[in-house]
């Protein structure tokens, strides 16, 4: 039940936002105004996920927020276990951030036009070529003041045990000098993953590690930024873990 309440939830939030999300990308052209549609648009979405989130029965224990500041964009850096691990990162970040998201995505009309006004971007694991792109688009993002946030397994984990983090998923935080902050979701696949097509009750937790400063690291550990960051994860996941057995 608490599948189709989400899914009817979806469907309705998309089709009567059309005008919202036309009257938003009116409004973001004018220069002045285009920050504030952004924020606008984000705090919508902000709000959505939570409710769906609330549906679902999802409760949420969230540790280290402190550390993810409020003034300087960032790179996220999580493990990726559900689909409710963009909802639960999504519902909680403080200013504009873009998603990098599979190219797939686009061919959900309406989603794919709100992703796209939250500056979330479409990487091609296919053509190498075009996923440069994507990848040099969220460094001018982070330069323009936008966090971003990327899952470094390249796709869903579908077991426990995270899979190598692709190295290249750090180029922007390499080029832009911003901080990354390694993120923990500890029992997200039991929202939905372990037991499609039903969604359950049950209790994740998201914990924000200590930022990692690029500038501070030396050029072979930026090299392996990405398995520093699959380290400091694992530590909080196997920490995390007597959270959710309580």
């Given at each position: 039940m608490?599948?189709?309440?989400?899914?009817i939830?979806?469907?309705?939030?998309?089709?009567?936002g059309?005008?919202?999300?036309?009257?938003?990308?009116?409004?973001?052209?004018?220069?002045?105004?285009?920050?504030?549609?952004?924020?606008?648009?984000?705090?919508l979405?902000?709000?959505?996920?939570?409710?769906?989130?609330?549906?679902?029965?999802?409760?949420?224990?969230?540790?280290?927020?402190?550390?993810?500041?409020?003034?300087q964009p960032?790179?996220?850096?999580?493990?990726?276990?559900?689909?409710?691990?963009?909802l639960?990162?999504?519902?909680?970040?403080?200013?504009?951030?873009?998603?990098?998201?599979?190219?797939?995505?686009?061919k959900?009309?309406?989603?794919?036009?709100?992703?796209?006004?939250?500056?979330?971007l479409?990487?091609n694991?296919?053509?190498?070529?075009?996923?440069?792109?994507?990848?040099?688009?969220?460094?001018?993002n982070i330069?323009?003041?936008?966090?971003?946030?990327i899952?470094?397994?390249?796709?869903?984990?579908?077991?426990?045990e995270m899979?190598?983090?692709?190295?290249?998923?750090?180029?922007?935080?390499?080029k832009?000098?911003?901080?990354?902050?390694?993120?923990?979701?500890?029992?997200?696949?039991?929202?939905?993953?372990n037991?499609?097509?039903?969604?359950?009750?049950?209790?994740?937790?998201?914990?924000?590690?200590?930022?990692?400063?690029?500038k501070t690291?030396?050029?072979?550990?930026?090299?392996?930024?990405?398995?520093?960051?699959?380290?400091?994860?694992?530590?909080?996941?196997?920490?995390?873990?007597?959270?959710?057995?309580?």
């Amino acid at each position: 039940m608490r599948f189709f309440i989400d899914a009817i939830f979806l469907a309705s939030y998309l089709i009567l936002g059309i005008p919202v999300l036309l009257a938003l990308h009116l409004i973001g052209k004018v220069e002045k105004w285009s920050y504030k549609s952004d924020l606008i648009a984000l705090r919508l979405v902000q709000g959505a996920f939570k409710v769906m989130l609330w549906i679902a029965g999802t409760k949420v224990i969230v540790i280290g927020e402190e550390n993810v500041p409020k003034d300087q964009p960032v790179l996220y850096i999580p493990n990726h276990r559900s689909y409710f691990d963009i909802l639960l990162l999504y519902s909680r970040v403080p200013g504009l951030t873009g998603f990098v998201s599979k190219d797939s995505m686009q061919k959900f009309y309406l989603l794919r036009d709100w992703m796209k006004k939250l500056h979330c971007l479409f990487l091609n694991r296919e053509n190498p070529r075009e996923g440069l792109k994507t990848i040099l688009q969220g460094i001018e993002n982070i330069k323009n003041g936008i966090s971003m946030c990327i899952f470094p397994e390249g796709t869903r984990n579908k077991v426990d045990e995270m899979m190598p983090f692709k190295e290249g998923s750090l180029k922007m935080a390499e080029k832009t000098g911003c901080l990354v902050i390694p993120v923990a979701l500890s029992n997200t696949a039991e929202i939905f993953e372990n037991h499609i097509p039903w969604l359950r009750p049950c209790k994740v937790v998201i914990e924000y590690g200590t930022p990692i400063d690029p500038k501070t690291l030396s050029r072979q550990e930026v090299k392996h930024l990405g398995a520093m960051c699959r380290d400091k994860i694992q530590e909080m996941l196997e920490k995390n873990k007597s959270l959710i057995e309580k």
